[in-house]
Each structure stands twice: as structure tokens, then as C-alpha cells.
């Protein structure tokens, strides 16, 4: 067990795991716009593998010692390896893509490299930041590179993905309370911890509503309908055990991890 947890923590520390959280949303963007482009999607894991490291990187040698920050000095070359493979790969994809798609990227990535610049120290708006380039990234990138219109299905799904990367990124806002509140304005030191859980919460809960309407216009099917509910219901339970004394391995796994249960339960749904 301890082999395993030892596992995860390199894949953590190395941002790999964030970069497969983000891959499965664009995957499963797939599966809810009924439209692929694997190119978009290896992009997305890629450009996120590069974006995360830069960031660490940036960040690490500013913060406070801590396990992660010490593990990280340890294996630097690793990590320049790593953003060295994600930039490679993240060029090659991006030159297959349209002017638009690449117009955006360049956009996103602006403020992707610039976040730990001080972007993030806008109060309240961290979070914000986050949910829209995620949602960008994991869904917006398909639909501009394969010319879907913006019709309501789309819109909805775009709205619910925004939602759900909003609500599972609160627990980390409240993960850093004791970090940030003297420098940095976020959503639970405005509120506190509780009220921001139910904000994650209540987020979810719109998710679902979209899900009704779309269940009405028959945008989605039963399947789909309760696959979407018992995701919400899933990330509720680990929302609401959140809490700033929980250890960063239930942050950067479990409550990453949502995003690629979201892509196993479509795929399932798409079994029965």
C-alpha cells in the first residue's frame, strides 16, 4: 500500500496526474458533445504538463519548505524533462490545429504563464481563472477546432463544465487557507470553510438542474441523466470532508481524481 502511495505521490509531485485529470475531462467532453479529435485532446494532457511544471517551478523557489518543495528540488532534472517533453509534443499538436483553435491557445496560455506573475493574486478571481481555462482547455478547444456551432446543448455543457471544475477546486481554496490568507484573497476566507463547501456544493446542485433540461429536450438519455447525478452525488461526499486538516494527498488525489471518475462513469453509462 505504501508502494502504491509512494506511486501516486511521484505522479502528483511531477503534475503527470493533474495532466491525465485534465486529459480525462477533454475526454470525456468527447463523449457529452458526441465528437472527437484526438489531437485536441493529447494536446490538452501535453500543454498541461508543460503549464503545470513551468508554474511549479516558478512558485517553488518563492514558497514555504515544505515536503512537496523539498522533493521537487530533489528531482529538478526530472521536471525539466518533463516540461522540455510537454512543450515538444504540445508544439507538434498545436501546429495541426486551425487558426482559431490556435488563437485561443495562444490566449489561454498568455494567462496560463502568467498566473504565478501575480494574475493569481487578484482577490477572489483565482478561482475564476482556473475554471475558465480548464473549461477552455477540456472542452471549448474541441468545439472551435471542430467547427461545432454553439448551439444549447453546447452551451449547457460548457456552463456544467465551468460549474464542476468550480465546485472541485474550492477544497483546494480551502486546502491553502493557512497559506493564503495573509496574502491572497479566496472564496473561503471570504465566506469560511463551511459556507465555501456549500457554495462547491450548490454549484453541483446547478449541475444537475442543467442536467433535467437537458434531459427534457432530450439532449441526454436516462443513462446519461444519472451518470451526471451520481457524479455530483460522488463529489459532494469527498466536498464536504474537506477541510484544511486533511492531509495534500486527499486534495491532489482524491479531489483531483473527480475529473477522471467523471470520464469512467460516462464510459460506463455508455455500456449499459
Not at 117 to 140: D, E, H, Q
Not at 253 to 269: N, P, R
Request: glycine share 2%; charged share 15%.
Amino acid at each position: 500500500m505504501i508502494g502504491i502511495t509512494s506511486f501516486f505521490r511521484v505522479l502528483i509531485n511531477t503534475n503527470i496526474f493533474v495532466s491525465i485529470c485534465v486529459f480525462s475531462l477533454a475526454l470525456s467532453s468527447e463523449i457529452l458533445l458526441k465528437s472527437t479529435n484526438n489531437n485536441i485532446s493529447f494536446f490538452v494532457f501535453f500543454a498541461s504538463l508543460f503549464t503545470y511544471n513551468i508554474q511549479r517551478i516558478i512558485r517553488i523557489k518563492k514558497g514555504k519548505n515544505h515536503k512537496r518543495k523539498e522533493w521537487i528540488l530533489k528531482h529538478l532534472k526530472l521536471i525539466y524533462i518533463l516540461i522540455i517533453i510537454g512543450a515538444s509534443f504540445s508544439m507538434y499538436y498545436f501546429l495541426k490545429f486551425n487558426t482559431q483553435t490556435q488563437n485561443v491557445i495562444f490566449l489561454t496560455g498568455i494567462v496560463s504563464i502568467m498566473y504565478p506573475f501575480g494574475i493569481r493574486s487578484i482577490p477572489y478571481c483565482k478561482i475564476l481563472i482556473i475554471s475558465s481555462v480548464w473549461t477552455i482547455a477540456s472542452m471549448y478547444l474541441l468545439i472551435s477546432e471542430n467547427n461545432l456551432s454553439l448551439n444549447n446543448n453546447v452551451i449547457l455543457n460548457l456552463i456544467s463544465r465551468f460549474l464542476f471544475v468550480f465546485a472541485i477546486t474550492i477544497p483546494f481554496d480551502i486546502r491553502d487557507v493557512k497559506y493564503d490568507k495573509n496574502h491572497l484573497k479566496t472564496i473561503p476566507i471570504l465566506l469560511g470553510i463551511q459556507k465555501s463547501k456549500l457554495l462547491s456544493i450548490f454549484a453541483l446542485l446547478l449541475i444537475c438542474f442543467i442536467s433535467i433540461i437537458q434531459l427534457s429536450q432530450k439532449i441526454v438519455n436516462l443513462s446519461l441523466f444519472f451518470t451526471i447525478l451520481i457524479i455530483c452525488v460522488f463529489s459532494c461526499i469527498l466536498i464536504f470532508k474537506s477541510d484544511e486538516k486533511k492531509e495534500d494527498f486527499f486534495f491532489s488525489f482524491w479531489i483531483e481524481s473527480l475529473s477522471v471518475f467523471f470520464y469512467l462513469f460516462l464510459v460506463i453509462s455508455l455500456l449499459i
